[in-house]
């Protein structure tokens, strides 16, 4: 068991990128609003993100290549070849630059809630992650950016556990929430982006290339494995965590909240200050963490499709990283939130989403391709049930981005 713990890495850089912000406060306004009782969309799409991210480090390790350099190959000569890379590479980049924006916020407010609220602190804040990250990115090997992101999803875990216990939840309904699916009035589009914030497209390019970074040999597939299910495992149980959190505190007590930031003031006459730090330290962390991480998925895409190189000290991954971080503080100090860029991400990652999943799903019964390490009946039943559920919500994200729900 000690072994597989010192096996993680391509994992937990999937965990940091999904449990950003984003989630955090999803996961908040779920607990908030909706007590338990919608812990077990969180299982499930904790579950059908291990399905998919599975195949895709399964991907990385065989073939030695990431997603992205596999979907060039396989669209040799294709028509589809050049219409398919452009959407992706627009929907990546577009939907990076605008969740880095979100990711860079949802730092700084980190900060602030153990700080002292303000405009500079919060542009003071966002100058300085800004940096932090691209001296990360730039300056990083790929080991040392993952033991980085390891570092950073210890200390958010430990941070919303601590919390966690503080606020005594009550055990038999968070059990119940979690193995029982329900639908209370109104939460339906609360569950779609519980699910939508922990099921994301750059995740799946993300995880085949670190994992070849990490991996070189199929004999490896079942500590990638371990990695997949240990560390992603470990991302939805902070996610029901902060959604139990707020489910004991503010749904319990009928307080009203926001957002995250919210949560943590309402939390200090409660709790005391440590409630306060704790979830201020967790949200800093969750956002530096998926900092990092989008810049680096977006290079990984770019990269691979357009056979550049995708060693993460090659220029033109630096400069894509870089590219995608100022762009991200830019938008997240503008005077107007960029609503309309999170609606077209939103549209971009809901068409994405179940195409990058349907084509991992046909890469993953390449015989020719992957040999024995192929999908099996069983994989293919629960991939393509992941691939329906994708497909709905998709639909329902393009729907609501164009104003339809």
């Known amino acids: 068991m000690l072994k597989k713990f010192q ?21 908040t306004l779920a607990g908030a609003q909706f007590g338990y009782a919608l812990l077990w969309a969180l299982v499930f799409a904790t579950l059908a993100t291990i399905i998919l991210q599975e195949m895709s480090a399964r991907v990385g390790i065989v073939t030695q290549q990431g997603l992205g350099a596999v979907i060039h190959q396989s669209l040799q000569g294709s028509v589809w070849k050049w219409p398919l890379f452009a959407l992706i590479i627009v929907a990546i980049c577009i939907g990076n630059a605008a969740y880095e924006a979100g990711n860079l916020v949802g730092a700084a407010l980190g900060i602030e809630a153990i700080t002292t609220p303000g405009k500079w602190v919060f542009r003071g804040s966002i100058i300085a992650l800004t940096a932090l990250g691209a001296v990360i990115l730039i300056l990083g090997t790929y080991k040392q950016i993952e033991r980085i992101l ?18 005594d939840p009550d055990l038999t309904a968070l059990f119940k929430g979690m193995l029982t699916p329900q639908l209370p009035e109104g939460s339906l589009l609360t569950v779609i982006a519980l699910i939508g914030t922990t099921v994301v497209p750059y995740n799946l390019f993300l995880h085949a290339s670190a994992a070849k970074a990490h991996w070189s040999d199929p004999d490896d597939i ?16 902070i996610a029901i965590l902060v959604t139990s959190t707020a489910a004991a505190s503010i749904f319990t007590l009928g307080l009203s909240v926001n957002n995250a930031v919210d949560m943590a003031k309402v ?14 330290i967790g949200l800093f962390a969750a956002g530096l963490s998926s900092v990092i991480t989008a810049p680096l998925a977006t290079s990984y895409v770019v990269t691979e499709l357009l056979q550049l190189d995708t060693e993460v000290d ?39 989403l179940p195409i ?22 069983v994989s293919n039943i629960l991939g393509f049930s992941v691939l329906i559920l994708t497909a709905m919500l998709g639909i329902r994200l393009i729907a609501k981005s164009l104003g339809w729900l």
């Open 267 to 280: 939390f200090e006459p409660l709790f005391g200050s440590l409630s306060k730090y704790l979830l201020g």
């Open 150 to 167: 390891i570092a950073l999803v210890s200390v958010m875990a430990l941070a919303f556990v601590v919390t966690f216990f503080l606020v």
């Open 7 to 27: 096996n993680l890495g391509p994992g937990v850089i999937v965990t940091a990128a999904f449990i950003g912000p984003g989630t955090i406060t999803a996961c």
């Open 356 to 377: 990058i999943a349907g084509f991992l799903l046909y890469v993953m019964n390449n015989t020719r391709m992957l040999g024995k390490y192929s999908n099996t009946l």
């Open 222 to 237: 079942p500590q990638a494995r371990a990695d997949t299910a240990i560390s992603i495992g470990l991302g939805g149980l």
């Open 314 to 352: 090659a220029r033109p991954f630096r400069f894509i990283s870089v590219t995608i971080i100022v762009i991200g503080a830019v938008l997240s100090m503008a005077n107007i939130k960029p609503i309309e860029i999170i609606l077209l991400a939103q549209f971009a990652n809901g068409l994405l």
